[in-house]
C-alpha cells in the first residue's frame, strides 16, 4: 500500500461517500458492509480484492464500500518508513476511513496500480500472516516507482476471511528485497 505523504494528504480535500451497502457483523463486534462473497472465501481472493479496489487509472472511482467490506471494525492500517534524512523510523497508524479519506482522492486523481509480486503466508487455527510483496506504478504499463511488503494479519471467522491490520514498509524501486519474499 503506497503511503501518501502528510502534506500530500492534507492537501487533499476527498468527499467520502457514506457506505451505501447492507451492513453485516465483523467478529470484533462493530459492522462493514456486506462483502462479495468471492472476495473473501480464501487468502488469495480476499488479497486480490484488497489491491484490485486501490488500483485503477486517473479518474476512476474507486469502490471504497468493496474495500470496507475487507476489514474488521476497527481493523488498523499503518505506513512505516525512515523520512529522507532521518535516522529514526516513523509509523502511522490509521482507521479504514482515515485511509479512504487521506488518500482515496490522492489515488483516484492521480492513478495508481499495486499488485503483489510475491507472498509468504504462514497459518494457525483462525489466524494467518500474509508478507505480501507489492510493486507499484501510477500506470498499468509504467514504470515501477515502489516496491516494498505489506504485512497483512487475518482472520478466518468460519464464514470468511478480514483483514485485521496491515503494516507496510516501501523502499525505491531498486532498493533489495530478500528473494523468498519475491516471487509467488
Do not use: C
Not at 62 to 76: E, I, N, P, T
Amino acid at each position: 500500500m503506497r503511503l501518501i505523504p502528510i502534506t500530500a494528504t492534507l492537501a487533499i480535500a476527498a468527499a467520502v461517500a457514506v457506505p451505501s451497502r447492507a451492513q453485516v457483523p465483523t467478529p470484533t463486534g462493530g459492522t462493514a458492509p456486506t462483502a462479495n462473497a468471492a472476495d473473501v472465501e480464501s487468502i488469495d481472493a480476499i488479497l486480490g480484492a484488497l489491491y484490485d479496489v486501490i488500483s485503477g487509472p486517473a479518474g476512476q472511482a474507486r469502490d471504497w464500500d468493496r474495500f470496507r467490506s475487507l476489514f474488521v471494525d476497527g481493523a488498523k492500517l499503518s505506513p512505516t518508513g525512515q523520512p529522507e534524512g532521518s535516522s529514526t523510523v516513523r509509523s502511522r497508524f490509521m482507521s479504514v476511513e482515515d485511509y479512504v479519506s487521506g488518500s482515496g482522492g490522492f489515488l483516484e486523481e492521480r492513478g495508481f496500480f499495486e499488485s503483489e509480486i510475491g507472498r509468504v503466508t504462514e497459518e494457525f487455527g483462525a489466524i494467518a500472516h500474509a508478507f505480501s510483496t507489492y510493486q507499484s506504478q501510477w500506470t498499468p504499463d509504467g514504470e515501477v516507482f515502489q516496491r516494498g511488503i505489506n504485512s497483512i494479519q487475518l482472520l478466518w471467522d468460519h464464514e470468511r476471511w478480514w483483514i485485521v491490520s496491515i503494516l507496510w514498509w516501501g523502499v525505491g524501486p531498486d532498493e533489495e528485497i530478500p528473494a523468498k519474499y519475491v516471487g509467488k
